[in-house]
């Protein structure tokens, strides 16, 4: 089970945190991704981490604005977003996979989703 949190409104330049939280066998053995999906569009991968945390991928767009992490010991992923603009509007998806991976056929569980507005 994957249970999202931190979302709401903010103006742009403004930050939030994302946080996912997972049943332990997941957090410490999954590799683990943020997705975002916008109303009439397809569910477009942000950001990606192995279960480790060695390896990260984060998508251009938001790149140098947005980090993933992972802390084990708490079985939780974060998606720190900075410099937010108007664009990053849409609801934010955390998902687990048993391999690492950047697309989202690559996943296999899905949180519900939390949505982030970013006011101009």
């Known amino acids: 089970q994957l249970v999202e949190s931190g979302g709401g409104l903010v103006q742009a330049g403004g930050s939030l945190r994302l946080s996912c939280a997972a049943s332990?066998?997941?957090?410490?053995?999954?590799?683990m991704g943020w997705f975002r999906q916008e109303p009439g569009k397809e569910r477009e991968i942000v950001a990606s981490?192995?279960?480790?945390?060695?390896?990260?991928f984060t998508t251009g767009s938001v790149r140098g604005r947005f980090a993933i992490s992972r802390d084990n010991a708490k079985n939780t992923v974060y998606l720190q977003m900075n410099n937010l603009k108007p664009e990053d509007t849409a609801v934010y998806y955390c998902?687990?996979?048993?391999?690492?991976?950047?697309?989202?056929?690559?996943?296999?569980?899905w949180g519900q989703g939390t949505q982030v507005t970013v006011s101009s």
């Open positions: 998902a687990a996979g048993a391999r690492y991976s950047i697309t989202r056929t690559g996943f296999d569980y």
């Open positions: 981490i192995s279960w480790n945390g060695g390896t990260t």
């Open positions: 332990e066998h997941t957090a410490t053995s999954y590799a």
